[in-house]
């Protein structure tokens, strides 16, 4: 195969990956056949008439190289030139972008935050001098949105929950409101006190005995005390450094117990104190020296217990 059949079928290699109009093509197609030429009349040695046919081919696929590169910039720029005429920001063309390459994806900016997110999310909108510590989730039934009310000083914060079938951002108008449409979940606050005392006083930590009420076996290693009052039924343990109350039948005492077999609450220093109750008061308390972690307003006992075990 001579010089120029070999120059003939590098063109139709190229022209099979490439698509250019035919101006531009026959432009590059005459460029090249006069560059042959050249080379072709030129006095050589034999050595370098054979390196020229190739030096040819690479100088080729240089050119369409760069031919390229220069028609996707301009392509590029003037489509962001044209967005920006449009009003479009940088972001908006961003987006833009993903959505014509991934269009099966389009309704991943809509998607809802993750729990972890979510409480990120809060974390983010407050200020404290004291660490910021929430559940890390919050069992919520199906169909559900996760979203909560801030409030925060340099020496504590208050975080309430609220549960809705749309997702509302948190601290939005509507949570402000007497029409909230939100249902309050729970309540978790944290303070700081300015002496142990003050702490201790605030979880008001109890040793139950038999002046508390009947002894009650409530499992192999657990003594209750049972005390009924005003048609009432209160029921009482330590576990740990844990003290703990019930209210109502007396299956939810043993409930309890079955539940904190498998899980632990916060680990108090020193002491922590749960009031559960199967009428809607549900209230745990616990302490770390100075700094007291509040859990209330719930109105399902195990949901206050599920929150305090998820306690980081």
Do not use: C
């Not at 409030?151 to 029409?179: A, C, K, W």
């Amino acid at each position: 195969m001579n010089e120029d059949q070999k120059f003939e079928q590098s063109l139709k290699d190229l022209n099979k990956d490439i698509i250019w109009n035919e101006q531009r093509q026959q432009q590059i197609r005459n460029e090249l056949i006069q560059q042959m030429h050249r080379n072709q009349n030129s006095k050589k040695p034999k050595i370098k008439r054979k390196i020229v046919p190739a030096f040819s081919i690479v100088l080729s696929l240089a050119i369409v190289a760069i031919i390229l590169l220069t028609e996707f910039g301009t392509h590029q720029v003037l489509d962001n030139t044209q967005a920006q005429l449009n009003g479009m920001s940088q972001t908006d063309v961003r987006m833009k972008e993903i959505k014509e390459k991934n269009p099966n994806n389009h309704h991943e900016g809509n998607r809802s935050l993750t729990q972890r997110e979510i409480m990120d999310a809060i974390k983010g909108q407050m200020s404290s001098q004291i660490p910021l510590q929430l559940p890390k989730k919050i069992q919520l039934p199906e169909g559900k949105h996760l979203t909560a009310v801030t409030s925060s000083e340099q020496t504590g914060y208050e975080v309430i929950f609220y549960q809705h079938d749309e997702p509302i951002p948190i601290n939005n108008q509507q949570l402000l409101g007497e029409d909230n449409p939100a249902e309050v979940i729970a309540r978790v606050s944290v303070q700081q006190y300015d002496t142990q005392k003050q702490a201790d006083d605030a979880v008001a930590y109890e040793v139950f005995d038999e002046e508390s009420g009947n002894a009650t076996t409530l499992n192999e290693e657990l003594t209750g005390y049972k005390k009924t009052t005003d048609g009432s039924t209160h029921m009482s343990w330590n576990v740990g450094r844990w003290a703990i109350t019930t209210d109502g039948e007396h299956s939810l005492s043993t409930e309890v117990v079955d539940y904190l077999d498998n899980y632990m609450l916060p680990p108090p220093r020193e002491n922590g104190f749960a009031h559960l109750s199967t009428q809607g008061i549900n209230h745990i308390v616990w302490q770390n020296e100075t700094t007291v972690y509040t859990i209330d307003q719930v109105t399902d006992p195990f949901t206050a217990l599920e929150i305090a075990v998820e306690f980081e």
